[in-house]
Structure formats: C-alpha cells, structure tokens
C-alpha cells in the first residue's frame, strides 16, 4: 500500500513537473545571458574529444559557481554521474540561470531511470521535455539527451514512434541547428532501419552522419564508420565493408574492445573470402590484450574464438580448431550468449555443424544445423537464417538425401526474394547512397595517403639501419641458396599454390571490374540530373525575371503614387486620398504576390537540385503539372528562339493530392516535357507545310488513381525503338546530347517510388502520348 | 491617342494604367490590353482605324508577337496602318533584327524604362 502511494504521488510530482515546464517560456533576457554562454563554449574537436577524467580534475581545482558549472555543463555533454547533474541543478538555482528548468528535469530523469522495473513512459516524456526545454533556450547540443531517448524507445520496442520523433526533430534541428543534433538524428534513424533490415537506408542515414560527425568529433565519427562497415557486412557485402572496418581498426585512439569488435569483424570477411591467412591474423588479434593494463572481457574471448576456429577448420586442421570451439562452448553456456548481440555475430552452432561434418559425426552435424537455425529464426536475424538454410540444404544435398534438402532450399529462395523484394523497394535512395559511399571512401582514401605520408618520413629517418638490415638479408639468401635441393621436392605443392592464387587474382580483377561499373553508373545518373538542371536553369531565369519586373516596377510607381497623396492631402482633396490609398494597398499586394511567385521558382528550383530525401507528402499534380511545362518551354526558347509551340493544359479541377516525392515528380515531368518538345522541334526542322507544333498536358482522376497525360504532334516512335525507351543508356538523340537515362530513371521513380505505372503510346509521324497514373 | 498593349500578364494593365495615370485622366492616351496575339488580331477587327500604336511582348503562348507583326504589318487592315513597338525579355541581336525585317517600328527590352516610353510616347502624339 505505501509503495502504491508513493508511486502515485511520485508521478503527480512528474506531472506538475512537466506541466510547469512546458509552460516555463525562457524570457527573452534569459535566452540571451544563456546563448551568450553558450557561444563561449566553442564546440570543437577540443571540446567534444575532451577527455572526461581530465575534465573532472580541472572540477576538482574550481571554486567559481559559474566556473564549476561550465564544467559540468560540459561534462554532461559527455558522462556525467548523477551527483554531478545534481550539483549541476544546485548551481543553476543559486545562480538562477534558465536552463535550471532543464536540469531539473534531468535529475528527475535519473531518479525514474533507478526505479524497478522503470517507468519507461514517464522516463521518455522528461527526457523529451527537456529536449523541448533546450530548443526553446537555444542551439543547444543534446546528443547525450537524444541518445537517452533512443534508448527508452528501443526498451519500448516501439520503432515507429521512435522514427516518428526523429524525423520530427530532424527537420526542426535542420532548421535551427545544431550540427550535433542534426548528426544524432540521422544515426538514430539510422539505426532504426538497421532494425528493419533495410541496409540500403540505414547506411545511407549514417554516411550522413557520420560526414557531420567528421566536422566536430573524431571519436564519433570514427564510431559511425565502424558502424557503416560492420552495416555492410551483415548485408552480405564484405568487399565494401573492409575499407570502413580497417579504416575505423587504424585509428589510434580508437577504444580496445571496439578494436577486438573490429578485428573479429575484419577476420569473418577475410573467412568468407576463403583469404584464410589474413582471416588467421585479424582474428589472432580480435583475442588479444592491447596493453597490459587491458583485458579481454569473457563474451569478447567467446565471440573471438569462433571465428579463429572457423579459420582452422576452413583449412583443414578439424584436430586444432576443436578445443578452441569447445573452451567457446564453456564460456557461451556461463555467459547465455545469443547469436547476435552488440559484439556482433557468435556463429558457434553453425561452426560445430561444419566441424562435425568434417569429422564424419554426421548426426551431431544436423542436430547442430537445425539448433543454428532454430536460433537465428528466433532471433530474427534473417540474414544468418539465410545462411543456415543454404547450410541446411546443402548438408542434406551432400549426405544423398535430396528429398530432405529441398523444403530448405525452397524456403533459401523464398526467403532471399523477401529480402531482395525490401531492398529493391528503396532503389532510388540507393543511387544516392553508391555517391555518398564514393564520397567517403575517396576521404578515407585520402586519410590513409597521409599516414602512409608520415611512415614515408619515419622509414628515412631508419634508412642507415636497413643497410645493415640488408647485409644480414644477403647472408639469410645464401643459407636459402642451400636450402633449395630440399625445396624442390615441395614444388609441386607450389604449384598448386600458384594456381589457386591466379584464381584468386581472377576473382579480384572481377571484384574491381563490378566496382569501377558500379561508380560509372553513379556517375551517369548524376551526369543525367545534371543535365536536366541545365535544362531547368534558362527557364527559370525567364520565370523569375518576369516577377522581378513586376517588384520593381510596382515598388516604383508606389513612390510615384505617395508623391501624389502627399499633394493631394495638403490640396485637402479626400477623395483623391482614398482612391491613392486604395492603388497603393493594391501595389503593396501586387509586390507581394509577385515576391511569392519568385520564391516558389527558386524553392523549386532548390527541390530539383537537392538530393532526394525520398520524403512523401502531398503533392498538387496539377500545380507540377503547369509550372514544369512552363519551365521546360522557356529552357527551349532560351536555347532556340525561333521554336514556338502551342501548350494545351487541360488540368482536371479539384484534383485530390497525390502521395509523393515533389523533386522526383518535377524530374519526370521535365523529362517528359523536354521530349516532347524535343519531338516537335525535330518535326518542325523537317519542313513539313502547314505544321503546327503542340504539346499538352492532362490530368483526370481515374477511381482511386490519378493520371497524368503528356502529348505532343511530333515525329512519334519507331515500333522499333518502343520497347526500348525505358532501358538504360536507350537514346535516340546524337551522341553527347542525351545520357540516355532520362526516361530509365523516371520509369524507377514511378515505378519503384511511387507504386505507380508509366505508360507510352505512340504513332510515327501523328505523335506520341505518355502516361502516368500514380495512386492517391 | 489610343494604345494597345498585347503581353500574357494580367497585371501589366494594373501597371500601364497607374504608370500613365496623368495622361489617361486628361484623355491624352487610352490604353486597351490583350493577353494573347490572336486576342489582339480580334480587337485590332473589332475595331478598326481606332488604335494608333500597338506595344507587343514578343514571348507569349500560341501566337508570338513576332507573329502579330507580321499579320498586322501584312494583313489587309483599314488604314491608317497602327505602329508597332516590340517588348521582350530576350534582347538579342537576332531577335531585334528579325523584328525590324518583319517591319517593327521600334523595339525595348523589358524590363521597360517608363520615363523612356513615356517620352516616345509623346513623341509619336506630337509628330
């Protein structure tokens, strides 16, 4: 019974809390003396690399409130304890600063936090009020804050919601600053379609962060590139996961466990790779103490013997993986250890399977295969489900049983075009990602070129001291010299050697071929947005030009016009006021009015430019519809003076908006546009008598669908060419003019981005008409 | 003296007549608008011998004023035959050109100086 009361009046406290904190509006004072602080604290490298303990012993020497206070501000923004928040609040009370209301909240986050069980709800709401709190004050960084909050949605398991206030704070963050907080976002969206499974998305949110990390916080940075390659493994793609995990393995500062996370991670793709040696050497190195002042925790012994005994076992030494397997066993039984955990993957019912099985133990090896999958299935870790179907299947394939292997090869498929069918969804973001991924691996490219730079200076200053090396290496050739009547027996063996490692080279020349197709494909497409920008840009200087006019001339016939009324009131003529009054009010509307058309061109003209964020939201088709066929019509007259053409709209009214991306929307439209005007042109060049070029647009609403119809008179398309138009790299235009790709990519955007249909009907010489019907 | 101005935007009225408010309260000049060339062909039939001067934009939808000017300069319209004066955002040599083979009387690129037009105006009244 008291507990109960207690807990009723400890949430009647919170809610007065909240409720006096959602209605404490900092006061403009307040806000200033509180933003002038915080331009004091200059965050940088320097102040987020801080180390914590360094800050506690300068703590330890201050005496100042307000000096003790900045500490602790700053230390929040790394680790605090909660003593230390609490001091926090008493100084901010003494000194009656305004984010007191914040810290208040705070504190009362950590005491709900120590509760058992939590009250998770309650926790969150705090934490976002203090978030709010901090918003209303300034550009406040709260990565700390904004952590915790993830943290309490994961503990929910309530994703949506959890994407749903990112996203709401990535926007407002976007907006008003700062970095930090727009970085966080995007990791914690980031990490929510990690959870998903959808790789393509989360690794193209934390490329994003971690180019924002990269300009405040190494150790962040390098964090979320760890991340990145460890992303890329799971998705089955080592070749790409490699650069990140070195990269993030390299740097110096890095923490020894992440370190060992890293290595294990480095030693599964070399595995996979069947690049057993260095395999051998990362996952040596994932087992072993950095200093003597480290040490390597029991799970990350667990997690690092599996891969070490796979390495052995790939090899052919089943006698030498065995105790390693078993000590894994031992440590996996006292510890609980599930298959996956924020160690990464603990392949160790899989590993036992493909030892018994080398080892002829055939039933232990199924009842290992079927404990792995059941596990992974229970996990719902669907790419090692995969992997153990394809493990299953072949298991059974090899013992002679094919009527056992294929229920699994079957569900193998199935479940492989499910998880194709999520990625494929994403295409378009996909392009996006390959540019940001090429982004940052030419800068970690570059990162390296600089250490190899500083080792260039250190390997002269032990030149004098190779020379000697070089002798002793001149003696060791000699000794060798003796040696080889006995090398030639293994010869063989050599050879052998040699011809797995051509294999091998093969392969690699493959890997790097795919790449370099890879990166010239990104490059097209951007080539293909850039193009179409060019087109966009003589348009629209016509279109905001026109505006402009009408400001300017409007601004001035006003000045004219208070001239008059200045006359006309000392002249006492009322009437004459008035009517000057009523034209000036009018003026001022018309500036206004002409003011928004420009805007609109150029926040247009931005949406067109800027990477798709692939964001949905209500699009007017028939506004698209217009102000795409005007800015296509004037970037062809800019080009060509003398083309004319008669542009027919016949927009359906009241036309429901559709669900959509507004820049890939405008992108097809151009497109489409362009052709068509492209079309009537060439019919027009040819001389015909009598012809009149016309392009038109229509919009209808088809049932629950909305059609957009574009059509022109021109030369039409071949039967020939129909089939072909919404291929890649497709094009009839001379070399150099087209990339070919127009049409490709507004199929996908449609297609793929939108669930909508792209259609075309066209006759030779009478025309052509395209239609797209997007569902509302 | 009566004017007519051709352009596809509808607050060039509101502009023109707070521009010449002086003139169009004494009745010296009386504005008429069209927003297209076939609109101003129309008003050009409707009423004939009345407009003096025809100001043109030349980059309008359907008929372009270059267009216009060739029918006004070619058709068999009642005399007297009005000018024409070309208005475009475009101020290329080829197009000024092209405009003054087709018979334009003169040729402005916007945006419109109005202390400018306002002096030829008088001039073309006064000649």
């Known amino acids: ?776 | 003296m009566k004017i007519l101005v051709v352009d596809d935007e509808p607050d060039v009225r509101v502009l023109f007549e707070q521009r010449f408010r002086r003139e169009i309260r004494s009745g010296e000049f009386a504005f008429s608008f069209a927003y297209s060339g076939e609109e101003a062909l129309g008003f050009l039939r409707a009423h004939p011998s009345e407009v003096v001067l025809i100001l043109s934009d030349i980059n309008m939808p359907g008929m372009s004023g270059l267009e216009l000017l060739r029918h006004v300069k070619s058709d068999p319209l009642p005399p007297p035959p009005p000018l024409v004066m070309m208005l475009t955002a475009y101020g290329d040599a080829a197009t000024k050109q092209q405009a003054e083979q087709l018979g334009a009387d003169d040729f402005l690129t916007k945006p419109v100086d109005f202390t400018a037009l306002r002096d030829k105006l008088h001039a073309i009244e006064n000649r």
């Open chain 1, 1 to 776: 019974m008291t507990t109960f009361l207690l807990r009723c009046g400890g949430g009647l406290a919170l809610l007065l809390l909240l409720g006096l904190a959602a209605q404490a509006q900092p006061s403009p004072a307040a806000k200033a003396q509180f933003q002038r602080r915080l331009r004091a604290m200059h965050f940088g490298h320097r102040f987020w690399d801080a180390p914590p303990d360094s800050l506690r012993r300068v703590l330890a020497t201050q005496r100042a409130d307000t000096l003790r206070l900045q500490t602790l501000e700053h230390l929040q923004a790394l680790y605090t304890s909660e003593a230390e928040d609490r001091e926090a609040l008493t100084l901010a009370t003494k000194l009656r600063y305004p984010e007191r209301v914040a810290l208040r909240l705070t504190v009362s986050a950590n005491q709900l936090a120590r509760a058992q069980p939590p009250n998770l709800p309650a926790i969150r709401d705090t934490l976002q009020a203090l978030v709010t709190q901090y918003d209303a004050l300034g550009a406040v960084p709260l990565v700390r804050a904004l952590a915790n909050i993830r943290s309490v949605y994961d503990q929910q398991n309530q994703p949506e919601a959890k994407r749903a206030y990112f996203q709401q704070k990535l926007a407002y963050y976007q907006q008003h600053g700062p970095v930090e907080n727009v970085a966080a976002c995007y990791r914690f969206l980031g990490s929510y379609y990690d959870s998903r499974g959808d790789y393509n998305q989360a690794i193209s949110y934390r490329l994003r962060a971690a180019e924002l990390f990269r300009t405040f916080s190494e150790a962040w940075y390098y964090n979320e590139i760890s991340v990145i390659g460890a992303e890329y493994a799971e998705w089955g793609n080592g070749a790409r996961a490699l650069p990140y995990l070195q990269q993030a393995a390299s740097w110096p500062s890095s923490d020894a466990s992440n370190e060992r996370f890293l290595n294990r991670s480095i030693a599964s793709i070399y595995l996979q790779q069947g690049r057993y040696p260095q395999a051998m050497r990362y996952a040596t190195l994932a087992l072993r103490a950095r200093s003597p002042r480290d040490t390597v925790a029991a799970y990350e012994r667990a997690l690092g013997l599996v891969p070490l005994g796979a390495v052995l076992l790939a090899q052919g030494q089943a006698a030498a993986a065995r105790p390693l397997l078993q000590q894994a066993q031992r440590l996996a039984d006292s510890l609980h250890l599930p298959l996956y955990s924020g160690g990464g993957n603990f392949e160790l019912p899989a590993t036992w399977a493909r030892y018994y099985a080398v080892t002829g133990d055939y039933a232990r090896a199924e009842a290992a295969w079927l404990a792995a999958y059941r596990q992974a299935r229970l996990e719902h870790r669907e790419p090692l489900r995969l992997a153990y179907l394809h493990g299953l299947a072949e298991f059974y394939q090899q013992r002679g049983q094919p009527a056992r292997a294929a229920p699994y090869a079957l569900a193998a498929l199935g479940l492989a075009d499910t998880l194709n069918a999520a990625q494929t969804a994403t295409r378009v973001a996909q392009y996006e990602l390959a540019q940001a991924d090429r982004a940052q691996q030419a800068r970690m490219a570059r990162l390296r070129q600089q250490q190899t730079q500083a080792a260039t200076q250190s390997r002269r200053q032990r030149r004098a001291l190779l020379w000697v090396s070089g002798g002793v290496f001149v003696l060791l050739l000699l000794a060798t010299g003796a040696f080889y009547a006995f090398l030639r027996s293994q010869r063989l063996a050599r050879l052998v050697t040699a011809q797995k490692q051509d294999l091998q080279t093969q392969r690699d020349q493959l890997d790097t071929s795919l790449t370099e197709l890879r990166q010239t494909q990104a490059q097209l497409i951007q080539k293909e947005k850039m193009a179409s920008l060019g087109e966009l840009t003589a348009g629209i200087a016509h279109e905001i030009q026109n505006p402009l006019n009408f400001v300017n001339n409007f601004a001035d016939v006003s000045a004219e016009l208070v001239n008059e009324l200045h006359a006309a009131q000392a002249a006492g003529d009322a009437a004459e006021v008035a009517a000057l009054a009523g034209d000036l009010a009018q003026n001022l509307s018309k500036i206004h009015q002409h003011g928004q058309r420009a805007s609109s061109i150029v926040r247009g003209m931005l949406e067109h430019s800027r990477a798709s964020t692939g964001e949905r939201q209500p699009v007017e088709v028939n506004a698209l519809c217009s102000e795409y066929l005007r800015l296509a019509y004037h970037g062809l007259r800019a080009k060509d003076k003398d083309f004319n053409a008669t542009l027919e709209t016949d927009l359906a009214p009241g036309l429901p908006p559709v669900n959509g991306v507004p820049g890939d929307l405008g992108r097809v439209l151009l497109n489409l546009f362009t052709n068509a005007f492209y079309a009537v042109q060439q019919r027009q060049l040819a001389g015909e008598p009598g012809y009149v070029p016309r392009v038109a647009v229509a919009t209808q609403q088809l049932g629950e669908q909305v059609e957009i119809c574009v059509s022109d008179n021109g030369t039409g398309i071949p039967d020939s060419a129909k089939a072909k138009i919404f291929q890649p790299f497709f094009t009839t235009k001379p070399t150099g003019e087209g990339t070919g790709l127009g049409l490709s990519l507004s199929y996908d955007i449609i297609t793929q981005g939108h669930g909508g249909a792209l259609t075309v009907e066209s006759q030779p010489g009478v025309g052509t008409t395209f239609r797209i019907t997007l569902p509302k």
